[in-house]
C-alpha cells in the first residue's frame, strides 16, 4: 500500500514522525509531504492519501484526495479533532494508523469551500474566532475544554459584529449579530455542534442574533448539545449558495484556523458552497 502521508507537525502533540513510523510498521510505503507542500502529495503514484494533523489541516488534504480521485484517511492529532469525533474515526494513534494503512469501508463526504478555500466542519465570524484565540494559550493545559472555556470568557465581554447573510438569493439577516456559522459537518469548538449532514451537498447557516448578553448563556448551552437552532434570536436556514458580507478585518475561525476575511476576499464578500461526495473518507 503507497500512501502520501500530509503532516502538520505543529497540529496539538505534532506526532507526524511516529504517525509515518506506525504507517511503515504496517507495511505501508510512505512519503511524506508538509502540509505546505500538500498539492504534491497527490502526484506521485500514491494508492491513498492520509492526512496526521488537527481539524485545519483535513480541508486542504481532503481537497487533494478529491482533485487526485484517491481515498482519504484521517488521523487526528490536533486537540479537538472535532472531525474524527463527528465521523467516529479512531481517537488513539495507533488505531488511526491502521485504518489509515489497512481500512476498506469508506463513505462520501461533501467538501465545502468559502472563496476557494475548502474546510470541512464550520466557518464562522464574531465570537468563534474570539474563542479561538482565547483558548490558544489554554490549550497546553486543558486539551479540548480550553474551547468551551475560551467561549464563556469571550462572551463575558466580546462586541458584536455587523454582518450580512443570504442564502440561495435571500437575505436571512443584515444587522449586528453576535455569531455566524456556515456548517458543513457541524462540528466544532471540542464537542459543540450545529445540525447538518455532510452527505446532502447543502450547508447549514446559524446565525446568532445580537441581544443581551445573558442569552449568550442559553445560546452556549444550545450549542453544546446541538440545538441552538429552535431558541429565540437565532436564525437558521439551509442552501447550496451561501454569501455573507463583513467588515474585511474580522477573522473567521475555519476549521480552528484564524483567517481574515480581507484575506478571502478584499471586500469581505464572502461565498460559500459545498461539493456533494466531495471526497471519499476511509472509515473503518
Not at 489541516?57 to 474524527?84: H, K, M, W, Y
Not at 464574531?126 to 474551547?147: T, W
Request: with cysteine; glycine share 16%.
Amino acid at each position: 500500500m503507497r500512501i502520501a502521508l500530509i503532516a502538520n507537525p505543529d497540529s496539538g502533540s505534532g506526532d507526524a514522525e511516529r504517525v509515518a513510523s506506525l504507517l511503515a510498521s504496517a507495511g505501508a510505503d510512505v512519503e511524506t509531504f508538509p502540509i505546505g507542500e500538500a498539492a504534491r502529495a497527490g502526484e506521485g503514484g500514491a494508492e491513498r492519501i492520509a492526512v496526521a494533523g488537527g481539524d485545519g489541516s483535513i480541508g486542504c488534504a481532503a481537497e487533494v484526495a478529491s482533485r487526485a480521485g484517491l481515498p482519504l484517511a484521517v488521523i487526528a492529532t490536533g486537540t479537538a479533532n472535532d472531525f474524527a469525533s463527528h465521523h467516529g474515526l479512531p481517537g488513539g494513534l495507533e488505531a488511526a494508523c491502521a485504518v489509515a494503512s489497512g481500512g476498506t469501508r469508506t463513505e462520501h463526504v461533501e467538501l465545502a469551500e468559502v472563496c476557494g478555500r475548502p474546510f470541512v466542519n464550520v466557518t464562522a465570524a464574531g465570537l468563534p474566532p474570539a474563542a479561538a484565540e482565547e483558548a490558544h494559550s489554554l490549550k497546553e493545559r486543558l486539551g479540548a475544554l480550553a474551547y468551551p472555556i475560551g467561549a464563556v470568557r469571550v462572551g463575558l465581554r466580546a462586541h458584536p459584529v455587523e454582518c450580512a447573510v443570504a442564502v440561495d438569493g435571500e437575505v436571512i439577516h443584515d444587522g449586528l449579530v453576535w455569531q455566524v456559522s456556515i456548517a458543513s459537518s457541524g462540528a466544532f469548538g471540542g464537542g459543540a455542534s450545529l445540525e447538518a449532514d455532510t452527505r446532502d451537498g447543502l450547508l447549514d447557516v446559524v446565525v446568532i442574533e445580537h441581544g443581551g448578553r445573558t442569552r449568550l448563556i442559553k445560546h452556549a448551552y444550545g450549542l453544546r448539545i446541538g440545538r441552538v437552532e429552535g431558541h429565540k434570536g437565532v436564525v437558521s436556514a439551509r442552501g447550496s449558495a451561501i454569501a455573507m458580507r463583513v467588515d474585511p478585518g474580522e477573522k473567521l475561525n475555519v476549521d480552528g484556523e484564524l483567517v481574515r476575511a480581507g484575506d478571502l476576499d478584499p471586500g469581505g464578500e464572502l461565498r460559500f458552497a459545498a461539493e456533494r461526495n466531495g471526497f471519499e473518507l476511509i472509515t473503518g
